[in-house]
């Protein structure tokens, strides 16, 4: 599924999905199928993998979300896709930043709104 995810193979992931693979597996970073294809920004492979109900606020070593990479990677798109699914805006990471935080940190100034 993660391998899937970050590559971008959104039918792979449908049919992953389709045999019951494991949508909130995790690789030995704590980072999931969607973290990943919100850093490689795959905009349609998270649809799939929120259609498919994948836990939003599963957090990566460092505490880190797919919502906040996505605000911090100032990706618009995925940060209003994530929080309609239920990401939370004041969810902080291991240092205590929050999305908000991470994305104005990147000059990412839409996201931060």
């Known amino acids: 599924m993660i391998y899937a995810s970050v590559n971008g193979h959104e039918e792979t992931v449908k049919l992953l999905l389709a045999t019951k693979a494991k949508v909130n597996a995790q690789d030995k970073r704590g980072s999931t199928a969607l973290i990943h294809a919100v850093v490689k920004g795959h905009v349609a492979v ?13 957090q990566a070593n460092g505490g880190v979300t797919a919502f906040m990479l996505a605000a911090m990677l100032g990706e618009d798109k995925l940060v209003e896709l994530l929080l309609e699914k239920g990401a939370e805006i004041n969810m902080q990471e291991d240092a205590g930043l929050t999305a908000l935080m991470l994305s104005a940190h990147e000059h990412h100034t839409v996201s931060a709104r």
């Open 46 to 58: 998270v649809k799939v993998l929120l259609a498919a109900r994948v836990n939003v606020v599963a």
